[in-house]
Each structure stands twice: as C-alpha cells, then as structure tokens.
Nanobody, 123 residues
C-alpha cells in the first residue's frame, strides 16, 4: 500500500504562487508514476499534471501549461507541484495520485489517491 499526504494549499491572490507537496509512504514509491488532479465545486475531477517514475518526462493540462511545474524527489519520497501565475479558475481541491504508469496517470487510472489540499485564488 502507498499512502499519499498533500500539503501546501492555501489562499493566494491572483498572480501569486504556491507549492504543493505530496509526501508518500510505502516500499515502492519509485516504481509509480505520479500526478496531480483537481476538483472544483460542482465540477468533475480533472487531470492537472503527471510525471514518470524516474522524473524524466512530464505532462500538463493545457490550462496550466507554462504556469505549473511537477517534480519529484525519489530519495525523499516526495512529489511537488509548483504553481505560478495563479488564476481564480485554479481554485480547487488538489489531489496527489499514484499509478502504475505514466499513461495511466494521464487517463485517470489511479491506484492511490491523497486526501486533497484546498487551493483558493482570489481575484
């Protein structure tokens, strides 16, 4: 089993930045591709970003491309999402996710979910 715990959410003004972190526990963290999803009230959960198990490749939703950066540190069992130039439409609960493969993350075939962390961007 893999446990995922997100942190770093909060309230920020439009144009500001936040860095989300996902702390993981488990024996095989480096085997998993990781990703971030988000869900706003009244909307479906949507893909935000993904990263391969070694961190060599990444993918982003068009809505965040150029503003968000996903990274991982396998030595620390950590995944991060650096969010810059935040917009009110980025307001959502952000979820860390683990899956068996990079493509699985992108299509939402998730093995483990974190509990979520709230990001609120004011105008």
């Amino acid at each position: 089993q893999v446990q995922l715990v997100e942190a770093g959410g909060g309230l920020v003004q439009a144009g500001g930045s936040l860095r989300l972190s996902c702390a993981t526990s488990g024996r095989t963290f480096s085997r998993y591709a990781m990703g971030w999803f988000r869900q706003a009230p009244g909307k479906e959960r949507e893909f935000v970003s993904a990263i391969t198990n070694g961190g060599g490749s990444t993918d982003y939703a068009d809505s965040v491309k150029g503003r968000f950066t996903i990274s991982r540190d396998n030595a620390k069992n950590m995944v991060y999402l650096q969010m810059n130039s935040l917009k009110p439409e980025d307001t959502a609960v952000y979820y860390c996710a683990a899956a068996r493969g990079f493509s699985s993350v992108v299509v939402g075939r998730i093995d483990y979910w974190g509990q979520g962390t709230q990001v609120t961007v004011s105008s």
